[in-house]
Nanobody, 123 residues
Framework: QVQLVESGGGLVQAGGSLRLSCAASGRTFSMNGMGWFRQAPGKEREFVAAISGGGSTSSYEDSVKGRFSISRDNTKNTVYLQMNSLKPEDTAVYYC????????????????WGQGTQVTVSS
C-alpha cells in the first residue's frame, strides 16, 4: 500500500514561486511513474505534470510548460513540483499521485492519491 503526503502549498503573490513535495511510502518507488494533478473550485481535476520512475522522462500540461518543473529523488522516495512565475489561475488544490506504470500521463493510470495541498496565488 502506497501512502503519499504532500507539503509545500501556501499563499503567494502572482509572479512568485513555491515548491511542492510529495513523500511516498513503499519499496518500489523507483518503479512508479509519479504525477501532479490539480483541482480548482468548480472544476474537474486536471493533469499538471508527470515523471517516469527513473526520472529521465517528464511531461507537462501546456499552461505550465516553462514555469513548472517536476523532479524526483528516489533515494528519498520524494517527488517535487517547482512552480515559478505563478499566476492566479494556478490557484487549486494540488495532488500527488503514483501510477502502477513506469510512466503515465492520464489520470486513469494513477491509483494512489495524496490528500492534496492548497496553492493560492493572489493578484
Amino acid at each position: 500500500q502506497v501512502q503519499l503526503v504532500e507539503s509545500g502549498g501556501g499563499l503567494v503573490q502572482a509572479g512568485g514561486s513555491l515548491r511542492l513535495s510529495c513523500a511516498a511510502s513503499g519499496r518500489t518507488f523507483s518503479m512508479n511513474g509519479m504525477g501532479w494533478f490539480r483541482q480548482a473550485p468548480g472544476k474537474e481535476r486536471e493533469f499538471v505534470a508527470a515523471i517516469s520512475g527513473g526520472g529521465s522522462t517528464s511531461s507537462y500540461e501546456d499552461s505550465v510548460k516553462g514555469r513548472f518543473s517536476i523532479s524526483r529523488d528516489n533515494t528519498k522516495n520524494t517527488v517535487y513540483l517547482q512552480m515559478n512565475s505563478l499566476k492566479p489561475e494556478d490557484t487549486a488544490v494540488y495532488y500527488c499521485s503514483a501510477s502502477k506504470k513506469f510512466y503515465a500521463t492520464n489520470a486513469y493510470e494513477y491509483y494512489h492519491w495524496g490528500q492534496g495541498t492548497q496553492v493560492t496565488v493572489s493578484s
